[in-house]
């Protein structure tokens, strides 16, 4: 059974900064994109960030500059290093692991909480 594990949320003073990361376990992973989302309430889930499997890195305009994401190919788990955390930031950040082409698979983590008080 494939699982996407987020951990490192919680709260953090506006400025601060916060690593969540995400172990993905039960298959294996190649030629995808792992990403990072979040969702606040009332509001769509919104791509924060995403990394190739060849490292190639998106983000956000909104966290550009802020957010950094990483992958372990060997060890299956990516990181988000945000930085300088806005109250907007509060959301649920889910993992989330998608490769297009077949066999084609599309996983979601539980999510994980961060919140920046305002």
């Known amino acids: 059974q494939v699982q996407l594990v987020e951990s490192g949320g919680g709260l953090v003073q506006p400025g601060g900064s916060l690593r969540l990361s995400c172990a993905a376990s039960g298959r294996q992973f190649y030629g995808d994109v792992w990403a990072w989302y979040r969702q606040s309430s009332g509001t769509e889930r919104e791509m924060v960030a995403t990394?190739?499997?060849?490292?190639?890195?998106n983000y956000a305009d909104s966290v550009n500059g802020r957010f950094t994401i990483s992958r372990d190919n060997r060890k299956n788990t990516m990181d988000l290093q945000m930085n300088s955390l806005k109250p907007e930031a509060t959301a649920v950040y889910y993992c989330?692991?998608?490769?297009?082409?077949?066999?084609?698979?599309?996983?979601w983590g539980q999510g994980t909480q961060v919140a920046v008080p305002s």
């Open positions: 990394v190739t499997s060849g490292g190639t890195e």
């Open positions: 989330n692991v998608r490769r297009r082409y077949t066999p084609g698979y599309n996983y």
